[in-house]
């Protein structure tokens, strides 16, 4: 048999899937369909990361069912063997994960592996029901492999440590695995028998020896015996089987309960299987379709665009952490991780929800921002006093992970509190979070480099340290969003200084941000005076970030002679992918899946484009198009929008980008009220 492919390559992950109410919210699961990615060599679809209680914790990661066939002496993995696969939810409304793959033996004998996955709403568990079918009668052994990642923030870290053990009882027989703190406990169920035909705990990449993994027992040995193991600790995996004889078609049951302690972990998971997975499936199904009745769903009346409205505005309630803040993407590029909260995104987040009147979730959003803003005496590795700012990005427990300076993410919670409250007309949001948005805006009006504009600050991008446009458009915005509620709550002479101050920069805004006779043209720019260079650097190239500019902060008017310059640049073929109309963050980008500048697209890109062609009179009809027909192209076999599309439209990888989903909603919600959703406020007469 073939070694097992490798698979160092980003993770996609084409459905994610958790509860809207109950403490199934704790738990979210995702699943990738790597037949989806024509540059991955497999066609195989699996479950793969699954947190609980934080999403930035994963308590295991791929979950392979393994067909082993003694006849024909084949174990065929669902990942490395599978010849066709797919991954969908049942619908746009409840994302039960539905998880189909087929297999071809050697002597041609065909099999399927259909799997469809719920959260419990009642408990803190998780429930798979497998289907196996083959072509021919006969004995066969089922078996299920996962790895276990409970420690640290991610699996690859090389300090994490956790235990596993394989316990018996008179009732059933159980795999626990925990870090001391987090607990997860697995069952199976077939014809009312919750045995295991063999159990292993093993260390995953070992390959002989005592400690050898139970992937090397069940897959690179082959043959259909698995040593029984009943315990470990360090970086494991665990596997068990079951043994069925002379069938063509089996069912079974297994499920994953988490919990603080063990015994709770395990009556969860047996809680699971007591219920049935129909039983769960059903109440799962009306928690979510439950949620989305207090929410806009089906507002155009065209099925496609609003099957795929729905199915973002669910990837967007599937990614809310349970502290309230809703994670960027529940997948891997390269070496790190998108399970983290970005202020920055959770703002856009916010925006797309308070468009679809999930008025709920975006107060949660926003009180998750008070909570987490910086409001002591802090000083950043760069010597910035940081108080009234938000670091780069989070772990879900609302500790720092990233801590550059962003003024999107300074401006920009101000922004989502003042649409907040406006959207909502609720007092208590304009009381309850002043002091936050004051703070972040006494930091803001302190941040001016002394010829007047916004002092230096990292780009949206992450990548470039300077006077970037998108940023100090976003600072502007927010002083003028302060200005709004400072003057409800009758501090005047504070608001008189946010508007002059956002004027100010915005009359210098031009002077920093825009380039003429660049190689590409005249165009506004990634960042003015940027620390590093590049190829083509920051300061001469155009950047799709600048369209942020209009919309949604409102410095730069979609007509304006800058703007429209830009937007005509995204015909260039250095920026817009060669056979889908979707452009890039900037021509020349690197983050790609090859670290070199891939012929590609960012689908929220192109939402900020369209939005500045539409309303620029340059093409009326862009948004109408990108939401009835260019995303189509762009998204998984769940109809998710990525992060990343290759030249032909197909998903690149980082799929589930939630910044990519509320982009989709705001466009369809900018479609019907003929205006772009959420424009901060302009320059005012009473400044």
Not at 69 to 88: G, H, I, K
Not at 281 to 286: H, L, T, V
Not at 508 to 515: D, H
Not at 558 to 587: F, H, K, N, Q
Request: with cysteine; net charge negative.
């Amino acid at each position: 048999m073939e070694p097992p492919i490798d698979f160092q390559v980003p993770s996609d992950k084409d459905a994610i899937a958790s509860t809207p109410a109950g403490d199934g919210q704790h738990v979210l699961v995702s699943a990738n369909c790597y037949a989806a990615n024509p540059r991955i060599d497999a066609e195989g679809a699996i479950i793969e990361e699954t947190s609980a209680f934080r999403s930035d914790i994963e308590l295991f990661y791929d979950y392979h069912t393994l067909l082993w066939d003694p006849e024909r002496e084949q174990t065929l993995d669902n990942r490395d063997d599978a010849v066709a696969s797919d991954v969908d939810w049942a619908s746009s409304r409840v994302p039960e994960i539905h998880l189909d793959n087929e297999f071809v033996f050697a002597d041609g004998m065909g099999a399927t592996l259909s799997q469809r996955v719920v959260e419990s709403v009642d408990r803190c568990s998780m429930t798979i029901h497998s289907e196996a079918t083959f072509e021919e009668a006969g004995d066969r052994t089922l078996y299920t492999l996962l790895n276990f990642g409970i420690n640290g923030h991610s699996h690859e870290d090389p300090n994490a440590v956790h235990e596993a053990q394989a316990r018996c009882t008179p009732d059933h027989d159980v795999i626990v695995a925990d870090d001391d703190d987090r607990f997860l406990a697995i069952v199976q169920e077939h014809d009312g028998q919750r045995r295991f035909d063999g159990y292993r705990i093993g260390h995953a990449g070992e390959s002989t020896g005592r400690e050898r993994s139970a992937w090397a027992e069940i897959y690179e040995d082959n043959n259909g015996w698995l040593t029984n193991s009943t315990a470990g600790a360090g970086d494991l995996d665990g596997g068990f089987g079951l043994f069925v004889e002379d069938i063509e078609r089996v069912e079974w049951t297994t499920a994953i309960g988490f919990a603080h302690d063990a015994e709770s972990a395990i009556d969860h998971a047996v809680a699971a299987l007591d219920a049935g997975y129909e039983t769960d499936r059903a109440a799962f199904a009306d928690a979510w379709e439950s949620w989305h009745a207090g929410v806009t769903t089906a507002p155009t009346g065209e099925d496609a665009v609003d099957d795929r409205y729905e199915r973002s505005l669910t990837a967007i309630r599937a990614a809310r952490d349970s502290s309230g803040g809703m994670v960027a993407g529940a997948f891997k590029p390269k070496n790190m991780t998108y399970r983290f909260i970005w202020p920055r995104d959770q703002v856009i987040m916010i925006q797309a929800l308070l468009a679809a009147g999930a008025d709920r979730e975006a107060r949660d959003a926003v009180a998750w921002l008070d909570d987490v803003q910086i409001t002591g005496d802090v000083v950043d590795d760069r010597g910035i006093e940081r108080h009234g700012t938000w670091w780069q990005n989070y772990y879900t427990d609302g500790s720092s992970h990233w801590t550059a300076l962003q003024l999107d993410q300074v401006g920009g919670p101000i922004y989502a509190h003042w649409l907040t409250w406006r959207e909502t007309g609720d007092d208590g949001v304009l009381d309850v979070h002043y002091d936050m948005s004051r703070r972040a805006a006494e930091f803001l009006l302190e941040w001016d480099n002394g010829w007047g504009f916004p002092d230096a600050h990292q780009d949206p991008w992450e990548e470039t340290w300077g006077h970037s446009t998108e940023g100090s458009a976003a600072a502007i915005a927010g002083l003028r969003c302060m200005a709004e509620l400072a003057e409800a709550r009758g501090e005047d002479e504070f608001a008189v200084r946010c508007r002059k101050r956002a004027d100010v920069w915005a009359d210098n805004f031009e002077t920093y941000c825009y380039r003429t006779g660049t190689p590409y043209g005249d165009h506004f720019v990634t960042a003015d005076k940027p620390e590093h260079g590049g190829d083509p650097a920051p300061d001469a190239r155009p950047d799709a970030a600048a369209f942020m500019a209009y919309w949604p902060w409102n410095v730069v008017a979609a007509d304006a002679d800058t703007m429209r310059s830009t937007v005509e640049l995204t015909e260039d073929p250095a920026w817009v992918a060669e056979e889908t109309p979707c452009i890039g963050r900037y021509p020349g980008d690197r983050y790609t899946p090859t670290g070199g500048p891939d012929d590609g697209g960012w689908p929220l890109c192109e939402a900020y484009a369209d939005v500045v062609r539409w309303q620029s009179g340059l093409d009326p009809d862009a948004v109408t198009t990108h939401v009835r027909e260019h995303a189509g192209e762009w998204t998984t076999t769940a109809d998710l929008l990525p992060e990343r599309v290759a030249s032909d439209g197909t998903v690149d990888w980082n799929s589930n980008l939630q910044w990519s989903q509320a982009t989709y909603v705001l466009l369809v919600e900018s479609h019907l009220r003929g205006e772009p959703y959420g424009l901060a406020p302009g320059r005012s007469d009473n400044s």
